[in-house]
């Protein structure tokens, strides 16, 4: 495409965004049909750390253990979040596999709504999560809702080896 095209469509992305600022976030069930989105989302979130592909989400969305929510404005999902809950009888336990927020809409409190969310069908639980030890965000995040780090998992992401934090909440 020419410069000119280029900067075209750059304007016509700039304008769409603003539109959609004007809208509220809604947050709502994940389906297979945002599948390929959520991967779009992960190849930039987790670009370098071997990002979902849309058939682990549908492989994630497909199983009754597991609770997915979308936070949308307008029809384009701008972030998600899942999490499983662990054992066959109660007390259950719960872990969280995955939540992020497109960059472009990120420090707007979406990912506290989707935690908040994923928190409530934990609820009465104790929760278990990964992080990787250089994620201020996320564990600033985590903290906030009660996370305490309680070990450290050395090359825990296979691809870049960095090494994660389990977090762990408890029960509420
Ligand atoms: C982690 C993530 C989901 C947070 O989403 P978000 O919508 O930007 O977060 P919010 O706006 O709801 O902020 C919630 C809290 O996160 C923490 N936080 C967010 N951005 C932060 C930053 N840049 N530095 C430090 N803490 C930060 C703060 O505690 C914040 O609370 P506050 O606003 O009351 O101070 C988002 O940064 C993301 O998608 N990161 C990439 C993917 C990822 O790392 N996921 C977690 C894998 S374990």
Not at 129 to 136: G, I, S, Y
Not at 150 to 159: A, D, E, F, P, W
Request: include cysteine; glycine fraction near 12%.
């Amino acid at each position: 495409m020419t410069r000119a095209g280029d900067d075209a469509e750059r304007r016509d992305e700039e304008e769409r965004r603003m539109a959609l600022d004007l809208e509220p976030v809604i947050l709502g069930a994940l389906t297979r049909a945002d599948a390929r989105r959520c991967a779009e989302l992960e190849a930039v979130l987790f670009d370098g750390d071997d990002p979902w592909p849309a058939v682990a989400f549908e492989r994630e969305l497909a199983s009754g253990r597991n609770h997915y929510v979308g936070a949308r404005i307008g029809d384009l999902l701008v972030g998600y979040a899942g999490i499983s809950r662990l054992g066959r009888v109660a007390l259950f336990e719960y872990e969280v596999h995955t939540i992020g927020v497109d960059p472009a809409y990120q420090g707007r409190g979406i990912g506290r709504r989707l935690l908040e969310e994923l928190l409530e069908f934990a609820d009465g639980g104790v929760v278990f999560l990964e992080v990787r030890t250089d994620n201020e965000a996320a564990i600033g995040l985590y903290r906030s809702v009660g996370f305490e780090q309680i070990g450290l998992r050395k090359r825990y992401y296979r691809v870049s080896g960095a090494d994660a934090y389990t977090m762990r909440r408890g029960a509420q």
